[in-house]
């Protein structure tokens, strides 16, 4: 179990860039593999990308390959996403999440532990 808190949302145009970073709780931080995932109005959470307890392997959704990158600071219980070249389909709220043994790091129910998210708003 950990406790995740996200920060680093906002307001920006297109074309712009973010940095998301979600801190954790805990001493065994390193262990799991952690994700992104973001919902909008009126859809489903979607996955953005994860990455794995080493950070030896990182994972994107099509929609942000080449735009998004996803990194973890072990030391800082920390994972950040970097957004680069926004669009306004980026809209939504951004969530972090733990994965849980086992699953695939494309599922929503693969990660069992969630932070209350951070909006980000891109506009055109």
């Known amino acids: 179990q950990v406790q995740l808190v996200e920060s680093g949302g906002g307001l920006v145009q297109a074309g712009g860039s973010l940095r998301l970073s979600c801190a954790a709780s805990g001493r065994t931080f390193s262990s799991y593999g952690m994700g992104w995932f973001r919902q909008a109005p009126g859809k489903e959470r979607e996955f953005v990308a994860a990455i794995s307890w080493s950070g030896g392997s990182t994972y994107y959704a099509a929609s942000v390959k080449g735009r998004f990158t996803i990194s973890r600071d072990n030391a800082k219980n920390t994972v950040y996403l970097q957004m680069n070249s926004l669009k306004p389909e980026d809209t939504a709220v951004y969530y972090c999440?733990?994965?849980?043994?086992?699953?695939?790091?494309?599922?929503?129910?693969?990660?069992?532990?969630w932070g209350q998210g951070t909006q980000v708003t891109v506009s055109s």
């Open positions: 999440a733990a994965k849980k043994p086992g699953g695939d790091y494309y599922y929503t129910d693969s990660f069992g532990s």
